[in-house]
């Protein structure tokens, strides 16, 4: 079972942060502030993800080393040329952070395979009555472990994990999780070969049993993108086969 949680929130001026107090006993703006980060932590991007995203290594004599992934959300598309990280909402919990933060808890509380979720902040520069605001999620970093298209890039994947991968995309939906984003990087495997969802932006619990399905189709697009862009990229028709098969092997 999951180890238990303690979701509180603080507010600090026009910062809202929601937070488990379980993991993080002395939230603060400053563990959100990059600049900070790059003085009292150790700090890499990970060059992947939705949004501006880095892995931090936290050390202090109070605590043992904390090895979090803080995402900062970014807009995409053509609005990011005018807007690269305002959002219009006049509520915390309306922001995509504490959204992301609430259903990553809950599905961390169902021992479903996510990374645990430490702390989300949005912040109203200028304060709510305008509504835009900046957003951020905190999260705890799964240790050792490659997203499914990088080990692509270096190995084929046995049978067993294939079938792995698809008896967890079945798990999620049996508790009606919907990835909006299901690709071939936010899979993710670990040393022990478990597998991991992450990135949850925009995603959410819903009882529509074709939205989920539809997830299946979205992954098989990704991963033959990804095949058409990287060389080699050990990847086959046989191996979907072997997804699939997990899939529908789990129970309904």
């Known amino acids: 079972m999951a180890s238990r949680t ?26 959100f502030n990059i600049h900070w980060l790059k003085l009292h932590s150790t700090l890499q991007s990970t060059g992947s993800g939705r ?4 892995f931090i290594e936290l050390d202090s004599p109070e605590q043992p080393v904390r090895q979090w992934v803080l995402r900062h ?4 598309g053509m609005v990011a040329r005018l807007n690269r990280d305002l959002y219009l909402a006049w509520q915390a919990e309306h922001s995509r952070a504490w ?7 809950y599905m961390y509380t169902l021992d479903l395979p996510v990374p645990r979720p430490i702390a ?17 999620i905190l999260l705890e970093r799964i ?23 698809g008896q967890c995309l079945k798990t999620f939906h049996l508790h009606d999780i919907y990835h909006a984003d299901l ?24 009882g529509d049993a074709q939205l989920k399905a539809g997830n299946l189709p979205r992954l098989h697009r990704s991963l033959l993108k990804l095949q058409g862009l990287h060389s080699p990229y050990y990847f086959t028709e046989q191996d979907w086969q072997f997804l699939l098969a997990g899939y529908n092997d789990s129970k309904s």
């Open 6 to 31: 303690n979701p509180q929130t603080i507010r600090f001026g026009n910062s809202h942060i929601l937070f488990d107090a379980n993991q993080l006993a002395n939230p603060d703006d400053h563990f």
């Open 73 to 76: 959300y970014l807009r995409g």
């Open 120 to 136: 989300a902040r949005a912040v109203w520069p200028a304060g709510r009555v305008c509504g835009l605001h900046r957003t951020d």
């Open 99 to 105: 959204k992301e933060w609430r259903l990553l808890h």
């Open 51 to 54: 949004g501006e995203s880095w």
């Open 183 to 206: 690709n071939a990087n936010n899979i993710l495997i670990d040393a022990q070969q478990k597998i991991y969802l992450i990135d949850f932006d925009k995603c959410r619990i819903t």
């Open 143 to 165: 240790p050792q472990c490659s997203n499914l298209s990088s080990l692509l890039q270096q190995q084929a994947l046995s049978e067993t994990l294939w079938h792995h991968i």
